[in-house]
């Protein structure tokens, strides 16, 4: 068998010596191998994969042996101890140890492996800490951490202080409370994992190209914030000026994920969720909304759709997302400072002329839905004179009353920009459509909010940077319409890490996602 180059002995069972174990092989699969070491017979210096899943093999290369043209490594739930001698392996790309819960060290010298983009821990939970030589790794570029009982104090999250090029990470199920600081610090991280993270009680400084996040089962989670240099990306289109081409890069919408985490309340510059009590007067005057305390310490059952399993009562609440702002509470009739009113789910209306500049536009309306029914339904402002129609598909509500007697009042104040709306302009409100949800309008109306220009400072001026509506979340065009949805921040992410695990090497990887 001098020309074999390819064998797979899997769970194979073998008596005697491997003296006359076949040379020359580039590629090795013996799951389940038998032995705690490799004997010396079995030769692979010209080895390029070698897959030893479910064995009993405690430690790689017991007596140190050049390897320089091993790039693929599978020692998925094997029994190994000591990860080390990596000078020996030069030319290793992907090393898997996932499910290996008895290994305790990863010797140093994996810095020296220069040309490694993966390296999969899941579930090395016996894992103390990571070499700091892992920063000295500029190819490294998928890091599969879940499983393996770091905290966020631990010196394990202190390893990235140089050029690392990290672009996926996963730390899923690890008891975590904040973002470890070397996560902070990924300068090109585009995908992150925290699933399951039930300690993780906020996320800051999170780096400026995530595209993807997955904060699911996060049930401690509270809060997230962005690296500076993505908050800059968020300010309104016609006042950023896009200089550099890494500002260029960075205009982008992450995806965030949430499902289950229902403590989060904020996410910096795209939602946040607080008691109406809670906020500042100042902030309700500016948005128009007066003669609300009353209803403040109501009682209503809420639901959010893009994040918790279950309804809850709670205080009446105000959300802000994509530049509008939402509260809802019980009631069968719509506050009188809604000047104009109609029945039913449609309203039409001619901007009014003022001296003053339209800075937002109050909707309100009132509704009933079937008791535990959360079904999907859109606002939506359609300027005919402009023919400019915006769109907001929200997911933050709140169910009927228990007193069957009174329904929802819903009121959004919808930040008008610069050219969305102008005196004479023709505009079509319609509220819950499409009707096929059983949600029942039985009144309508709208109010205007002008700038007075006798204020010295804005109080809705931070979330105006939060506006999102000039193309980073929201407002994405579709047939001359924009839309406003949660989903295109929630919307789960590309099936990146099927394809980057995935080896045409059979037996090589195991047969599972990057992210459960």
Not at 270 to 276: A, D, G, N, S, T
Request: glycine letters at 6%; hydrophobic letters at 35%.
């Amino acid at each position: 068998m001098e020309k074999l180059r390819l064998l797979q002995l899997n769970y194979a069972q073998f008596h005697g010596s491997y003296k006359h174990f076949p040379k020359g092989l580039r590629w090795l699969s013996m799951h389940g191998f038998p032995l705690s070491c490799i004997p010396p017979e079995i030769q692979m210096e010209n080895m390029v994969a070698l897959d030893m899943s479910y064995s009993i093999l405690q430690e790689f290369l017991k007596n140190p042996t050049l390897l320089r043209s091993l790039k693929f490594l599978n020692l998925n739930s094997s029994k190994i101890v000591r990860m080390g001698n990596f000078l020996e392996l030069p030319a290793l790309e992907r090393l898997i140890l996932v499910g290996s819960e008895r290994l305790i060290v990863v010797c140093e010298s994996i810095g020296k492996c220069t040309n490694l983009v993966i390296v999969d821990l899941n579930g090395c939970a016996s894992l103390g800490e990571f070499p700091s030589e892992i920063k000295d790794m500029e190819s490294l570029k998928i890091l599969n951490a879940s499983d393996i009982n770091i905290n966020s104090k631990s010196s394990s999250c202190a390893i990235v202080e140089g050029p690392i090029e990290v672009k996926n990470i996963n730390l899923s199920r690890n008891p975590i409370t904040s973002l470890p600081d070397f996560v902070k610090s990924l300068s090109r991280l585009e995908f992150l994992c925290l699933e399951g993270c039930k300690l993780l009680k906020s996320v800051s400084c999170l780096p400026s190209r995530v595209v993807f996040m997955d904060a699911n089962k996060c049930t401690s989670l509270e809060k997230i914030t962005f690296h500076p240099e993505f908050l800059l990306s968020c300010l309104p289109y016609n006042n950023r000026e896009v200089q550099t081409p890494i500002h260029q890069e960075i205009f982008r919408r992450p995806k965030i994920s949430f499902l289950s985490s229902d403590s989060l309340s904020e996410i910096e510059g795209i939602r946040k969720v607080q008691p109406l009590a809670e906020v500042d007067k100042n902030i309700i005057c500016n948005l128009g909304w007066s003669n609300l305390e009353l209803v403040m310490n109501q009682q209503v059952q809420v639901f959010d759709l893009v994040g918790w399993d279950m309804p809850k009562e709670l205080p009446v609440q105000m959300l802000y997302e994509h530049g509008i702002f939402s509260t809802s509470f019980r009631g069968r009739k719509l506050p009188k400072w809604f000047v104009h009113k109609s029945n039913g789910p449609i309203i039409t209306f001619t901007v009014p002329s003022s001296p003053n500049n339209l800075r937002g536009l109050n909707v309100g309306y009132v509704y009933t839905v079937p008791h535990n029914r959360y079904g999907d339904w859109v606002d939506s402002v359609y300027n005919r004179t402009k023919e400019l129609k915006m769109m907001y598909e929200h997911h933050f509500r709140a169910s009927d009353a228990t007193d069957v007697e009174d329904g929802i009042v819903c009121v959004r104040h919808w930040i008008i920009g610069k050219n969305e709306m102008e005196e004479g302009d023709k505009v079509t409100i319609h509220v819950a459509w499409p009707e096929r949800n059983n949600v029942k309008v039985s009144q309508c109306g709208i109010s205007f909010e002008y700038d007075d220009g006798k204020q010295d400072e804005d109080p809705l001026a931070v979330y105006k940077l939060w506006n999102c509506k000039y193309g980073l979340y929201s407002m994405i065009p579709f047939d001359g319409s924009y839309r406003h949805s949660s989903r295109h921040f929630t919307s789960p992410p590309p099936d990146q890490f099927d394809s980057v695990t995935t080896h045409k090497f059979v037996g090589y990887i195991p047969r599972r996602s990057f992210f459960r």
